[in-house]
Protein backbone atom coordinates (compact mmCIF):
# COMPACT_ATOMS: atom_id res chain seq x y z
CA UNK A 1 0.00 0.00 0.00
CA UNK A 2 1.34 3.38 -0.94
CA UNK A 3 2.64 5.84 2.17
CA UNK A 4 0.19 9.09 2.41
CA UNK A 5 -0.34 11.80 4.82
CA UNK A 6 -1.86 10.58 8.31
CA UNK A 7 -3.40 13.09 10.72
CA UNK A 8 -2.95 12.28 14.05
CA UNK A 9 -5.39 14.78 15.30
CA UNK A 10 -4.59 14.42 19.21
CA UNK A 11 -1.16 15.19 19.01
CA UNK A 12 -1.45 18.55 17.00
CA UNK A 13 -0.67 21.42 19.30
CA UNK A 14 -1.63 24.32 16.31
CA UNK A 15 2.10 25.42 16.49
CA UNK A 16 1.30 25.96 12.28
CA UNK A 17 4.64 24.76 11.66
CA UNK A 18 2.71 23.02 8.69
CA UNK A 19 1.48 26.07 7.22
CA UNK A 20 4.63 27.87 7.53
CA UNK A 21 7.04 24.75 5.67
CA UNK A 22 4.30 23.89 3.11
CA UNK A 23 4.19 27.81 2.12
CA UNK A 24 7.44 28.40 2.11
CA UNK A 25 7.95 25.24 -0.04
CA UNK A 26 5.07 25.57 -2.61
CA UNK A 27 5.82 29.98 -3.19
CA UNK A 28 8.74 30.84 -1.39
CA UNK A 29 6.84 32.54 1.42
CA UNK A 30 6.06 31.79 5.12
CA UNK A 31 2.54 32.86 4.03
CA UNK A 32 -0.04 30.54 5.95
CA UNK A 33 -2.81 31.30 3.04
CA UNK A 34 -0.32 29.78 0.23
CA UNK A 35 -0.50 26.65 2.26
CA UNK A 36 -1.52 23.41 0.79
CA UNK A 37 -3.14 22.59 4.07
CA UNK A 38 -4.44 24.52 6.78
CA UNK A 39 -5.23 24.06 10.79
CA UNK A 40 -8.23 24.18 11.96
CA UNK A 41 -8.81 25.59 15.89
CA UNK A 42 -11.54 24.84 17.81
CA UNK A 43 -10.53 26.67 20.87
CA UNK A 44 -14.16 26.13 23.34
CA UNK A 45 -13.52 22.33 22.71
CA UNK A 46 -9.26 22.09 22.85
CA UNK A 47 -9.15 20.56 19.74
CA UNK A 48 -6.51 21.56 16.66
CA UNK A 49 -7.47 19.41 12.98
CA UNK A 50 -4.89 19.63 10.43
CA UNK A 51 -6.69 19.78 7.00
CA UNK A 52 -5.35 18.56 4.51
CA UNK A 53 -5.85 15.95 1.03
CA UNK A 54 -6.14 12.54 1.62
CA UNK A 55 -5.40 11.61 -1.71
CA UNK A 56 -8.59 9.19 -1.49
CA UNK A 57 -9.16 5.80 -3.20
CA UNK A 58 -11.73 7.48 -5.01
CA UNK A 59 -11.11 11.02 -5.50
CA UNK A 60 -14.53 12.68 -5.95
CA UNK A 61 -12.15 15.96 -7.00
CA UNK A 62 -11.15 13.59 -9.97
CA UNK A 63 -14.76 12.60 -10.43
CA UNK A 64 -16.06 16.00 -11.07
CA UNK A 65 -13.53 17.97 -12.81
CA UNK A 66 -14.79 18.66 -16.45
CA UNK A 67 -11.61 19.70 -17.86
CA UNK A 68 -9.60 15.92 -16.71
CA UNK A 69 -7.02 18.25 -14.82
CA UNK A 70 -6.62 15.85 -12.14
CA UNK A 71 -4.90 13.01 -12.09
CA UNK A 72 -2.86 10.64 -9.76
CA UNK A 73 1.01 10.37 -9.73
CA UNK A 74 1.92 6.95 -10.67
CA UNK A 75 5.10 7.45 -8.27
CA UNK A 76 4.00 8.53 -5.18
CA UNK A 77 -0.07 8.03 -5.40
CA UNK A 78 -0.63 11.67 -4.56
CA UNK A 79 -4.01 13.42 -6.29
CA UNK A 80 -2.53 16.27 -8.13
CA UNK A 81 -3.79 18.97 -10.25
CA UNK A 82 -2.23 19.36 -14.25
CA UNK A 83 -2.52 23.09 -13.79
CA UNK A 84 -2.18 24.21 -17.59
CA UNK A 85 -5.52 21.75 -18.22
CA UNK A 86 -7.18 23.31 -15.08
CA UNK A 87 -10.51 25.78 -15.83
CA UNK A 88 -10.92 27.20 -12.59
CA UNK A 89 -14.35 26.15 -12.18
CA UNK A 90 -13.69 25.16 -8.52
CA UNK A 91 -15.78 21.92 -8.68
CA UNK A 92 -12.83 20.23 -7.47
CA UNK A 93 -13.40 22.26 -3.96
CA UNK A 94 -16.94 21.60 -3.44
CA UNK A 95 -16.67 18.29 -4.45
CA UNK A 96 -13.61 17.13 -1.73
CA UNK A 97 -15.28 16.23 1.70
CA UNK A 98 -11.81 16.95 3.49
CA UNK A 99 -11.20 20.63 2.59
CA UNK A 100 -8.21 19.29 0.92
CA UNK A 101 -8.60 21.63 -2.31
CA UNK A 102 -8.48 25.17 -2.27
CA UNK A 103 -8.29 28.15 -4.38
CA UNK A 104 -5.15 30.40 -4.10
CA UNK A 105 -5.69 34.14 -5.00
CA UNK A 106 -1.99 35.15 -5.07
CA UNK A 107 -0.90 32.00 -7.63
CA UNK A 108 -4.86 32.39 -9.31
CA UNK A 109 -4.92 28.94 -9.81
CA UNK A 110 -6.64 25.97 -7.64
CA UNK A 111 -3.78 24.28 -5.77
CA UNK A 112 -3.81 21.27 -3.10
CA UNK A 113 -1.24 19.00 -1.32
CA UNK A 114 0.96 17.13 -3.94
CA UNK A 115 2.34 15.10 -1.45
CA UNK A 116 5.67 17.32 -1.90
CA UNK A 117 6.68 14.45 -4.53
CA UNK A 118 7.23 11.76 -1.48
CA UNK A 119 9.08 13.98 0.84
CA UNK A 120 6.00 16.16 2.68
CA UNK A 121 7.60 18.88 4.03
CA UNK A 122 5.25 19.78 6.80
CA UNK A 123 6.03 16.12 7.88
CA UNK A 124 9.37 16.95 8.63
CA UNK A 125 8.32 19.67 10.53
CA UNK A 126 5.84 19.03 12.38
CA UNK A 127 6.96 18.72 16.49
CA UNK A 128 4.83 16.08 17.60
CA UNK A 129 4.82 14.29 14.74
CA UNK A 130 0.69 14.76 14.57
CA UNK A 131 1.56 14.75 10.90
CA UNK A 132 3.12 11.13 9.63
CA UNK A 133 3.86 9.86 5.89
CA UNK A 134 3.34 6.42 6.04
CA UNK A 135 1.27 3.51 4.64
CA UNK A 136 -2.38 4.07 6.02
CA UNK A 137 -4.12 1.17 8.23
CA UNK A 138 -7.12 -0.78 7.31
CA UNK A 139 -9.39 0.70 10.34
CA UNK A 140 -7.83 3.93 9.75
CA UNK A 141 -8.86 3.91 5.57
CA UNK A 142 -12.08 2.48 5.99
CA UNK A 143 -12.69 4.88 8.08
CA UNK A 144 -11.84 7.92 5.72
CA UNK A 145 -13.47 6.28 3.27
CA UNK A 146 -16.85 6.21 5.07
CA UNK A 147 -16.53 9.60 6.39
CA UNK A 148 -16.16 10.54 2.64
CA UNK A 149 -19.19 8.64 1.10
CA UNK A 150 -21.43 10.10 4.12
CA UNK A 151 -20.08 13.51 2.79
CA UNK A 152 -20.86 12.99 -0.74
CA UNK A 153 -24.57 11.75 -0.10
CA UNK A 154 -24.75 14.74 1.78
CA UNK A 155 -23.75 17.10 -0.71
CA UNK A 156 -26.01 15.46 -3.25
CA UNK A 157 -28.67 16.09 -0.89
CA UNK A 158 -28.25 19.03 -0.37
CA UNK A 159 -26.72 20.16 -4.34
S1 LIG B 1 3.14 21.35 12.67
FE1 LIG B 1 2.13 19.57 13.54
S2 LIG B 1 1.58 20.21 15.57
FE2 LIG B 1 2.03 22.05 14.47
S3 LIG B 1 0.09 22.73 13.69
FE3 LIG B 1 0.98 21.48 12.11
S4 LIG B 1 0.20 19.46 12.48
FE4 LIG B 1 -0.18 20.62 14.32
Known sequence: MAKTLVVNQEKCIACRRCE????????????PAAARLSVAVFLEDDVYLPIVCQHCDEPFCMEICPAGAIYRDVQTQ?????SDRCIGC???????PFGG??????????????????EPECVL??????????????????????VARRMKELMREVG
Not at 20 to 31: D, I, T
Not at 90 to 96: L, P, T
Not at 101 to 118: A, F, I, M, P
Open 20 to 31: LACAFKKVGEFN
Open 78 to 82: AVKIN
Open 90 to 96: RMCIMAC
Open 101 to 118: VDYSVSEQQVVKCDLCDG
Open 125 to 146: FCPTQALEYKEPTELGLAKRKK
